[in-house]
């Protein structure tokens, strides 16, 4: 299960929801899916706390480079995760509508 689907499936119950219970053709999780969307939009861009944070593993990686440059590394690999993760939710989307209309 990608980590879209468990954070959908996880708003829907903390909705209350049944989350395998079908809404108009498709499990009710897959409702939140574009609100998990927007928030997982929101989340692209790190803060400096994270970027410090990454940045840590990222110095192991090469000593010659500038604080600046290993924040900049960290950020980046950040927003590499979270891109990947919004084309998962987008293919979610997509294969949840097909599903649907069938």
Known sequence: ????????????????????QLSDGAPRWATYLPHLMTVIDALHEPDDLM???????????????????????????WRFMVDALRQNGRHKLAEIAICAKE
């Open 1 to 20: 299960m990608s980590p879209i689907e468990k954070a959908a499936r996880a708003l829907c119950r903390a909705h209350g929801d049944d989350e395998d």
């Open 51 to 77: 970027k410090d944070a990454g940045s840590e593993i990222i110095r192991y990686v090469g000593e010659e480079e500038s604080e600046t440059g290993y924040r900049s590394d960290a950020a980046n690999v």
